[in-house]
């Protein structure tokens, strides 16, 4: 469920954005969306074509 909404935000942004963007944007805690965006890392699921910045991966 948390894995959707963080995907969905960062879908909706349209651009690179930061764990603090996703977190303010889902309402979710600033954690959650850490253990989330690790686990999304080791998937390749996300790529950070900014420093700091993240963004789904074109698959």
């Known amino acids: 469920m948390e894995r959707e909404q963080v995907l969905n935000a960062?879908?909706?942004?349209?651009?690179?954005?930061s764990a603090?963007?996703?977190?303010?944007?889902?309402?979710?805690d600033r954690k959650v969306v850490d253990k989330v965006f690790t686990?999304?890392?080791?998937?390749?699921?996300i790529v950070s074509p900014v420093r700091c910045k993240?963004?789904?991966?074109?698959?």
């Open 20 to 28: 603090g963007d996703v977190a303010k944007l889902t309402g979710l």
């Open 10 to 17: 960062m879908k909706e942004a349209g651009k690179p954005i």
């Open 54 to 59: 993240w963004e789904p991966a074109e698959k």
């Open 39 to 45: 686990a999304l890392k080791k998937e390749g699921a």
